[in-house]
């Protein structure tokens, strides 16, 4: 039995979803289908998810509502009109939508991650519809229904453990399919909290383990996931096998075509995912498999670097005799709500390395006098311009000399590598650059591995 | 004005007293004399400093102790008998080491440090009469006398900032030479307390900073400070002057020729030290000096390797989204006085590298027990044969490349590398290898920099 999810762009319009319909019926085995929210058409279209937020800061802020709920409606209605659904049988999606700011929120946040579910679950509805109207024994199927139950923020939940056991007790038919919204989940008190953007991925990879699927099927809109990133790299490799843990951290540094805590439900279920193109099935993409026995085809699976590091390097003579010197710089973090992404530490050094997202001016500021009043210093510099590159492969693992002709193209480039950190991951290498040399260096050892 | 420091083979017996004798009164600029404990005179030979602690032992356990008493006397009359000392004006010293069992001390360990402590005291006595008696103005200067004040454990002490304001008012005129014993300080409450073993160059230090010396020069057995240990390479070449960091760093892993925590005085009071053999003080040793300004002359100023570590190795799905986890990984080290090396860490692995020489196979029981119950990690591994190779050099600075050079030659003999850590400090390198490749490794990399 297969999941099947579509992303937003595979279920913009009328066109896709015939795709979409095409891919579903065309194996018997895709049984459960996840359903994104209608994204772009164009360039210049609105996804139906930011047409959701912007009705719900309207209902919030007190101001007229009903064009924005037009256009939502107008979104559905297209596709519905494809298909020639019956307008009947469109009305209580569109009462639905209109029906939401009179609901009970405990408060607005609750409120926005209903009404953004409802990209998704509309749209999920809109293709039982049709799959029924084309002859499909089609089940429209609902979190609430299932059990899905999460827990933490209401836009950014998690999945519960007593979710999977409460799948575990769902059945349904050999003939039916199944047809399930994305992106969001219940809490324990029967509100609709969402997952993190892209969510949708998510709630697949949680059907996928806890239907006991024997792959996930990710539709998308691009042929596989590249060795490198398209953008950096021209007409680079398509990686046809890699598995669970190559996928984690080449998704740590940036790599983003597949969400990265939809892994976890995989992992924890043993079901493969495949990431494919909706509009080329008939293509491989890539196969997403567990680690063991894995045979890796290539030393080097992936190339990826994020931009958005920054780090604060403190040298102190004998800084490795204060016992629990770590410990004070990590309480200082860890009371401003910041996490460290590495700490390369010498023997009177130490650099921390942080995400900028998490930060702004004001934060390091702080951060920074109460490292230099708490451990005072000799020499506290923060360095702005770090971009981090991981070189990631199951070959690499155990090989001598990999190192080698990771860092020989950069030299010989004359880009510096300020940090390098390997031994951590037996399957990565994570390089440290400058900023402006990142792209250069992703460049540089894809060449060097896959060019040659 | 020049501190000079003597270690202990310098000061074995006759001979080696009339070469101090000759270096210290070459140069009128060395006014301050700092005396170790008389050393092994042969390969066989007991260091003085065992026999006190010998000596202490048996009034410990209660037992005779009068033949050790007498083996002591004997080395210093010996010295002695040499430059015709007569024997009335050692008698003094033979006393107060005869009277050493009738002191008051708070305990045991006080009393191991105070016997300890007379081996470089009675040594600076002996000096200071023979110089006497050889025509100098001499005068034997204790920390007693000059309040060098200590803190800590009786046998592990270190210096008081207090120290360095009584210092400054101690005055001595132009035409005298100070004798002075090192390895011990004294307590608030007047006790001796000693430095850890081989503290004598400490005292040299402390005296350089509070003394306010131009140089401080430290006599021992070596031509110089190498570029690589000689045990591990032929004929290594010698390091003519490197910074206090580059020496701090190559200490760290192993480099034993100058006590470690010696360089912190010498940091503070900004003097450089010069490391030079006492058989041919003309040879120019090793000068250590400030970092500001130091052009450096090679790429590389020294390689050196330990092979006493050893490290943990985790694996967590999604381990970098747990915060505080390495907060708790360390919390359990700290509750068991364990301080970590070094800690790579991946997105979901962390490697805690640890010095071996503080902990046992049951401590290391305890702890990997701890962290499988605290944090539940996938995999958790015992790693037991790691080397660290340390290569230092201010050259390196900023310096494009110079990794691949020191990777390259080990990637040729086959040596693999599972650990590298560049970016905490700017001037080194740490890689990782295991402990039978460390010897091999050094050589590789002294090759590469110093052979062609």
């Known amino acids: 039995m297969k999941v099947v999810k579509f992303g937003g762009s595979s279920l913009a319009d009328g066109e896709h979803f015939a795709q979409a319909i095409k891919i579903i019926t065309a194996d018997p085995q895709r049984r459960v289908v996840v359903t994104s929210a209608p994204g772009k058409r164009t360039a210049n279209d609105t996804k139906v998810t930011d047409l959701l937020i912007k009705y719900a800061q309207q209902v919030i802020a007190g101001q007229p509502f009903q064009e924005t709920v037009t256009q939502i409606i107008g979104r559905y209605t297209a596709i519905a009109d494809y ?30 991650a209903a009404f953004k579910a409802h990209g998704e679950r509309l749209n999920a509805q809109l293709m039982t519809i049709i799959l029924q109207q084309l002859g499909y024994e089609a089940r429209f199927v609902t979190p609430e229904q299932v059990g899905l139950r999460v827990t933490g923020t209401p836009n950014n939940a998690s999945v519960t453990p007593e979710a999977y056991s409460l799948l575990d007790r769902f059945s349904f038919n050999d003939s039916e399919l199944l047809i399930f919204p994305g992106f969001y989940g ?14 949708s991925d998510i709630t697949g990879a949680i059907l996928a383990r806890g239907l006991h699927a024997d792959l996930y099927e ?15 790299v021209d007409h680079p490799q398509p990686i046809a096998k890699m598995t669970y843990r190559e996928m984690r951290e080449l998704s740590y540094a940036g790599f983003s075509v597949f969400h990265d805590e939809a892994l976890i439900p995989a992992i924890q279920g043993n079901v493969p995912i495949n990431v494919k193109n909706t509009q080329h099935p008939e293509k491989p993409g890539t196969l997403i498999v567990p680690d063991k026995n894995f045979q890796p085809a290539d030393i080097v699976t992936g190339v990826v670097s994020g931009k ?30 910041v996490s460290y992404e590495h700490m390369p530490s010498g023997i009177d050094d130490i650099t921390i390395i942080l995400d900028k997202n998490q930060i702004d001016d004001q934060l390091v500021d702080t951060i920074c006098n109460e490292i230099q009043e708490e451990i005072n210093p000799d020499q506290l510099e923060w360095i702005d311009n770090y971009a981090i590159t991981m070189v ?12 080698n002709d990771i860092l020989a193209p950069l030299a010989e480039d004359g880009i510096p590598v300020p ?34």
């Open 308 to 337: 958005h590091f920054a780090a604060i390097y403190l040298h102190k003579y004998l800084l490795n005799k204060e016992t629990g010197f770590t410990l004070r710089i990590l309480n200082i973090l860890a009371r401003h709500n």
């Open 392 to 403: 990631v492969g199951e070959g690499m693992r155990n090989r001598i000399g990999v190192i």
């Open 186 to 199: 219940i809490t324990l008190a029967g509100h609709l909290a969402t997952f993190s953007r892209g969510g």
């Open 218 to 232: 990710n539709f998308t809109d691009v042929d596989a996931i590249y060795v490198a990133n398209p953008a950096v």
């Open 419 to 452: 940090i390098i950190n390997q031994g951590a991951s037996r399957i990565s290498i994570m390089i440290g650059t400058y900023d402006r040399d990142a792209d250069k260096a992703v460049r540089a050892i894809y060449h060097r591995f896959f060019a040659n």
């Open 83 to 112: 298909f020639n659904v019956p307008r009947t049988k469109l009305a209580p999606l569109a009462e639905r939508l209109n029906e939401l700011p009179n609901w009970h929120f405990p408060n607005n946040n609750y409120l926005l």
